[in-house]
């Protein structure tokens, strides 16, 4: 067992909400040994091909992950992981954090094949298709964008891959929205967080509307020329805006998310060409982060 296998207690969080594997699949049993090997390679980057023994077939390691990317197992893997965290009260909903960061693009990311994407089986989950694969390209060269919402405990709560030029104030209300964590004792999942806090990129009328409209207080300072242009327009131009600065001391937040979210060189360093596939690529790396104590 490898240093940072899963745990029995980790693999027992995971066991139940699995898809049994049967056929083609193998034996239910070799899940745990496959999810290592997905989780050594999102972890060390290495290519597929180059997972070691212990883990078993890499195409077998390679495939499971492809397929569970598509039909979106590790969506609910994330979702199961974050409803035993919220049972036990380990989710700060205080202050919700909202940013991006940037990931360079390896060059075998790059050729993926122009082709519509194929009508799923009756009963199956359609996959994470985008025309642009999730790239964008910069000075920098081919670039992916990850915009996150993460929790007052350094763990995301809701992701958004975009290609790497988009900007970040039109993504955030995505990305709030897709905050949906499930409550086990029954009744709706939780998706709205008591505070939200953003840096200047997200000062926008849309956004602090869409904030209140659902009753989220937020920290979100203002540019200086959108104070200036509304201290011109008078009464019309509206109040101020808010901003408490102990709360945006708590900015910091998010960024150690990202921090520690891209010691994952696999996310840090994107070498898969679909862009569902480098979505669970980094939803893989984000239930790592909430299965650690």
């Known amino acids: 067992m490898g240093k940072a296998d899963l745990t029995n207690r980790e693999w027992s969080l995971l066991e139940q909400h699995l898809p049994p594997s049967g056929g083609r699949g193998g034996r239910r049993g070799d899940h745990r040994t496959v999810i290592n ?15 070691p023994e212990r883990y078993g077939a890499w195409k077998t390691v390679y495939e499971r992950h492809r397929r569970w990317s598509a039909d979106g197992t590790w969506d609910q893997l994330l979702h199961a992981v974050q409803a035993e965290a919220d049972l036990t009260a380990r989710i700060d909903w205080g202050m919700v954090g909202v940013d991006s960061t940037s990931c360079r693009a390896h060059q075998h990311a790059a050729g ?4 519509r994407p194929r009508v799923p ?13 999730g ?8 670039t992916s964008e990850i915009h996150l919402a993460s929790e007052g405990g350094c763990r995301p709560l809701s992701l958004l891959l975009t290609p790497g030029q988009w900007g970040d104030a039109p993504q955030m209300i995505e990305v709030l929205d897709r905050i949906r964590v499930p409550r086990l ?7 709205r967080p008591d505070h939200v806090s ?8 849309r956004i602090r509307r869409y904030l209140r409209r659902r009753g989220i207080k937020h920290t979100i300072p203002e540019p200086r020329d959108q104070r200036a242009n509304r201290k011109r327009r008078g009464s019309a131009g509206g109040r101020p805006a808010g901003f408490d600065r102990e709360h945006y001391r708590r900015r910091n937040e998010v960024e150690r998310t990202i921090n ?13 060409k679909r862009a569902y596939v480098f ?15």
């Open 260 to 272: 520690r979210l891209k010691n994952s060189r696999a996310v840090a360093t994107r070498y898969d």
């Open 185 to 191: 004792l029954g009744g709706r999942p939780r998706t």
């Open 112 to 115: 993926a094949r122009k082709a």
């Open 121 to 133: 089986k009756q009963g199956a989950t359609p996959r994470n298709h985008r025309p642009d694969e």
């Open 135 to 142: 790239l964008g390209r910069s000075r920098g060269g081919l």
């Open 279 to 293: 979505h669970g690529t980094v939803t893989a790396a984000v239930i790592r982060l909430w299965l650690r104590p």
């Open 37 to 51: 090997g997905i989780l050594f390679r999102v972890r060390t980057g290495v290519p597929w091909r180059d997972l």
């Open 198 to 205: 953003g840096d200047k990129a997200y000062s926008s009328r």
